[in-house]
């Protein structure tokens, strides 16, 4: 089903882009009109952050809670589908975004050496990494802790589908 964008609120998508109050027009029972002022807030970088954090400890909950055996590494080998080669891109592109090929290769080497990869996955993504050619990477710029826990996160969802 596709989106229909006559469908949309506009005042509601004006309202998306400030962070002002927007009146909206409401109906009342007797076809009357009336404003409404409607807090509408754009939601700033550091809500999704939070909203980001949240998945990322609930899913690293779900792994450590749902094994007794979880063992280090947590992600001996790649599993082989598509939904986990598309994770595996989508995760790489991400950090090379952050911080360009050379970071995330020392990265990934750090991730084997805390025991979150065993050696056949860190290889694997190592091979991964060098056919990603991303112009816009940040290329002189560190993985920070936040993008650490993504990767953690990546993981864990990894670690989850090879389970399946």
Avoid at 59 to 64: G, H, K, P, T
Avoid at 70 to 76: E, F, I
Avoid at 89 to 97: A, G, P, S, Y
Avoid at 137 to 157: F, I, K, M, T
Wanted: aromatic share 6%.
């Amino acid at each position: 089903m596709a989106i229909d964008p006559r469908n949309y609120d506009l005042a509601e998508l004006r309202g998306a882009g400030s962070s002002e109050p927007v009146a909206r027009e409401s109906r009342v029972a007797d076809d009357e009109t009336t404003d409404e002022t409607e807090e509408t807030t754009t939601p700033t970088r550091g809500s999704a952050t939070a909203a980001l954090h949240e998945s990322i400890v609930r899913d690293l909950a779900v792994m450590e809670q749902g094994s007794a055996d979880l063992t280090r590494p947590y992600l001996s080998t790649l599993p082989a589908s598509l939904t986990a080669e598309g994770l595996v891109l989508e995760w790489l592109e991400f950090l090379v975004l952050q911080a360009g090929t050379e970071s995330v290769a020392d990265a990934l080497a750090f991730y084997e050496r805390v025991g979150w990869l065993g050696n056949d996955a860190a290889e694997t993504l190592e091979r991964y990494l060098w056919g990603i050619s991303e112009p816009r990477a940040n290329e002189g710029n560190d993985l920070d802790p936040d993008d650490h826990r993504v990767s953690l996160h990546y993981v864990a969802r990894l670690t989850a589908l090879s389970r399946d």
